[in-house]
């Protein structure tokens, strides 16, 4: 996919099948990215994608193996973005104590800044306070 113009293009189209509900076709098309030579980083946009549309059809499985896979591309160039959306979505979904441990095993990455680590800190002091 050495065209960006095709890639925005199959993301915009992906995106508004999600919001027509066509969500399927949405995943479709998300897919056929990451089949493409686009970037890791990139890919991990796209499983984070694949992940709120599954979220979206109530696939909980399905959505944390596609964060999962999002976090892996982002985890070789030192981003964790996915990753920690991964966090909060187990926290949304009640698992608290698998988004505890994310959120710790986030906080001992070298790129983080001060700010990401106190933003993680206070996630990680919510969890706890709720956990009793």
């Known amino acids: 996919m050495t065209d960006p113009r095709g890639y925005a293009e199959t993301v915009q ?8 509900g066509d969500r399927e076709g949405a995943i479709v098309l998300f897919r056929g990215l990451l089949a493409t030579d686009i ?14 549309v599954y979220q979206q059809m109530g696939r909980i499985d399905e959505a944390l193996a596609a964060y999962e896979a999002g976090a892996a591309y ?5 981003r964790f973005y996915v990753a920690e959306m991964k966090a909060a979505f187990l926290a949304t979904h009640g698992r608290d104590r698998e ?12 790129e983080l800044t001060e700010a ?17």
């Open 74 to 78: 982002e985890r070789r160039h030192g």
């Open 39 to 52: 970037s890791d980083v990139d890919k991990a946009m796209m499983c984070l994608n694949i992940a709120v």
């Open 116 to 132: 990401d680590k106190e933003r993680i800190r206070r996630n990680i002091e919510t969890l706890r306070a709720r956990s009793g």
């Open 99 to 110: 988004s505890l441990l994310e959120y710790q095993e986030l906080l001992g990455r070298a």
């Open 13 to 20: 189209r992906a995106s508004q099948l999600a919001e027509r």
